[in-house]
């Protein structure tokens, strides 16, 4: 699938509403060179954030959903941009955009293609769950709990119970105003199911 499509596509009424507010998400993988190991990896860099009324937000994580320790952690003078940095030979990408209650959800899993003659490989992306004007009210929100979605036709369309608790924390990034932390990826020596699955102040 390519690239293009395994983010989310808003209208660009809504990035620039986002651009506007100073929140800057960086949605794409790339495929770098690890010269030393002899191999190839991928790289995502966690960044995001919000205000009260928009967020943008995406994180990395493990095929299976659990947490990823970052590479390396990103201070920045100004909220809601980039915050870590995964390497990975696969991981998932879990980003959302919200506009008030209302929320888009992408889940992709990136893997690296298969290297010809000594020449870069491409990140081979594949959409695991796409939810559409998922709907999650403020007294759910301070739950801990996930948007809903529904299918066209009225029917709830659950989002992958292994990566349930993945979009609760990207959830918690996407409402973070003025954000400066990760909500996704965490340390190397911390214990992930330790972490906050929500934490709305920066």
């Not at 709907?135 to 801990?144: F, R």
């Amino acid at each position: 699938m390519a690239g293009e499509l395994s983010r989310l596509v808003l209208p660009k009424a809504m990035l620039r509403r986002l651009d506007s507010a100073g929140i800057y998400c960086q949605t794409w993988v790339t495929v770098e060179r690890q010269t030393r190991a002899d191999r190839w990896v991928l790289r995502g860099v966690e960044s995001g954030g919000a205000n009260r009324e928009v967020g943008r937000y995406i994180s990395f994580f493990a095929p299976d959903g659990k947490q990823l320790a970052w590479l390396q952690k990103l201070d920045r003078i100004g909220g809601n941009g980039a915050h870590s940095v995964a390497v990975a030979t696969e991981f998932v990408s879990v980003e959302i955009a919200r506009v008030e209650q209302t929320y888009q959800v992408l889940i992709a899993k990136h893997r690296l293609g298969k290297a010809e003659q000594g020449r870069r490989p491409k990140a081979e992306s594949t959409i695991l769950f796409h939810g559409i004007d998922g709907h999650l009210p403020a007294d759910l929100l301070k739950q801990g709990l996930s948007p809903e979605f529904f299918t066209r036709g009225g029917e709830v369309r659950p989002i992958p119970a292994e990566f349930r608790q993945a979009v609760q924390f990207v959830v918690a990034g996407v409402n973070c105003a003025n954000c400066r932390h990760s909500h996704g990826l965490v340390a190397a020596t911390a214990e992930p199911e330790k972490q906050q699955v929500v934490s709305i102040a920066s």
